[in-house]
T-cell receptor
Framework: ETGVTQSPTHLIKTRGQQVTLRCSSQ?????VSWYQQALGQGPQFIFQ???????GRGNFPPRFSGLQFPNYSSELNVNALELDDSALYLC????????????FGDGTRLSIL | GNSVTQMEGPVTLSEEAFLTINCTYT??????LFWYVQYPGEGLQLLLK?????DKGSNKGFEATYRKETTSFHLEKGSVQVSDSAVYFC?????????????FGKGTKLSVKP
């Protein structure tokens, strides 16, 4: 069984640029959630995708957007990068239905200069 | 709104010591509760979960009991090992969207010395 995989592992960008992060969900998982983890903090929920539709969103501005593809993989896009966007971005996948645990990838470390 | 509060670290213990990491939550209804562990340079791994009051989650010698009356989900282990050194996150599943999203505490860093 293949777990959640994310790419790239590390990324360096400058302010104002745009970035796309990618996530492949665990086999059979149709729900993908994205989280931002600042240094020394717990992860914060960005949004969730289910059946290729956004299915819940945290307190993040519209410049954070995403997609889910028919194979359940997902992308996180961030426009007009700011210094505070520097963080570990985590993707988690889960099965459909309540109470299902979310399984995380190793994340993408994004640094903004 | 929903929130999770866990004890601040870092926590430093000697090998074979007893571990408790406190976690309390605020939520409407009865959320599912989780403990995740994060090793350096890695993502989060699910350690254990409990889905209803009085449930006890357990895994790898760690345990936590869902206490509705005290809104708590404290993590315990009877004898820690050096390999348990990591950051531990308490989380609840919030049903803002139909599939739910996790709300995390700030994490507690555990260091176990030989």
């Amino acid at each position: 069984e293949t777990g959640v995989t994310q790419s790239p592992t590390h990324l360096i960008k400058t302010r104002g640029q745009q970035v796309t992060l990618r996530c492949s969900s665990q086999s059979g998982h149709n729900t993908v959630s994205w989280y931002q983890q600042a240094l020394g903090q717990g992860p914060q929920f960005i949004f969730q995708y289910y059946r290729e539709e956004e299915n819940g969103r945290g307190n993040f501005p519209p410049r954070f957007s995403g997609l889910q593809f028919p194979n359940y993989s997902s992308e996180l896009n961030v426009n007009a990068l700011e210094l505070d966007d520097s963080a570990l971005y985590l993707c988690a996948s889960s099965l459909e239905g309540g109470n299902q645990p979310q399984h995380f990838g190793d994340g993408t470390r994004l640094s903004i200069l | 709104g929903n929130s999770v509060t866990q004890m601040e670290g870092p926590v430093t213990l000697s090998e074979e010591a007893f571990l408790t990491i406190n976690c309390t939550y605020t939520a409407t209804g009865y959320p599912s509760l989780f403990w995740y562990v994060q090793y350096p340079g890695e993502g989060l791994q699910l350690l254990l979960k409990a889905t209803k009051a009085d449930d006890k989650g357990s895994n790898k010698g760690f345990e936590a009991t869902y206490r509705k009356e005290t809104t708590s989900f404290h993590l315990e282990k009877g004898s820690v090992q050096v390999s348990d050194s990591a950051v531990y996150f308490c989380a609840l599943l919030s049903y803002g969207g139909s599939q739910g999203n996790l709300i995390f505490g700030k994490g507690t860093k555990l260091s176990v010395k030989p």
